[in-house]
């Protein structure tokens, strides 16, 4: 059974950090593009980033909200997914999902405020 | 960015057959965008209904189909259960980056 476990979420003060992580089990990570994708309260789901299989180069693409922000990384021995987040803004505010495979995490949240 | 478009709102009845599509502001959508299409029900995660334009997954409902219509990305519904009604988002890939469209709701009724 595949499963996707987001943690790490919480509130953080505007231009703070936090590192998310997503531990994959249920199908073999080392192959897998793993993406983060992002819903504000209420809102509609945005794309955040990915990270390709180290076998297809390991680069990362991300969305123009985060670039230079956000970090994507993974640890193919513990099967995990990162994501660091640096110089975060009250819009970044959102439940957090990583997926893979067409497989969704429950998601985790990120609140950004004073 | 590119803009990715859809309906934001369509109604079906029970039984019937409604047509989202999921529009590019670059141009036509073809397979290369690689669409994809989500269905999340308030209160849970996505889930994932098709990829590469027309694959399903082995939990979509075989009354879900994907394809191209008119430059734009397909997601059609035949024979709709009460069950279907969500919200549906697009993906579509650009340039390495993918962007998702702002969703449907659809509602059965």
């Known amino acids: 059974e595949v499963q996707l476990v987001e943690s790490g979420g919480g509130l953080v003060k505007p231009g703070g950090s936090l590192r998310l992580s997503c531990a994959a089990s249920g199908f073999t990570f080392t192959n897998a593009w793993m993406t983060w994708v992002r819903q504000a309260p209420g809102k509609g789901l945005e794309w955040v980033g990915r990270i390709k299989s180290k076998t297809d180069g390991g680069t990362t693409d991300y969305a123009a909200p985060v670039k230079g922000r956000f970090t994507i990384s993974r640890d193919d021995s513990k099967n995990t997914l990162y994501l660091q987040m640096n110089s975060l803004k009250t819009e970044d505010t959102a439940v957090y999902y990583c997926?893979?495979?067409?497989?969704w995490g429950q998601g985790t949240l990120v609140t950004v405020s004073s | 960015q590119a803009v990715v478009t859809q309906e934001p709102s369509l109604t079906v009845s029970p039984g019937g057959t409604v047509t989202l599509t999921c529009g590019s502001s670059?141009?036509?959508?073809?397979?290369?965008?690689?669409p994809s299409w989500f269905q999340q029900k308030p209160g849970q995660a996505p889930r994932t209904l098709i990829y590469?334009?027309?694959n399903t997954q082995s939990w979509t409902p075989a009354r879900f189909s994907g394809s191209l219509l008119g430059g734009k990305a397909a997601l059609t519904l035949s024979g709709a259960q009460p069950e279907d009604e969500a919200e549906y988002y697009c993906l579509l890939s650009h340039s390495g980056a993918r962007v998702f469209g702002g969703g449907t709701k659809l509602t059965v009724l």
């Open positions: 670059t141009g036509a959508v073809t397979s290369g965008h690689s």
């Open positions: 590469g334009t027309s």
């Open positions: 997926t893979a495979v067409s497989y």
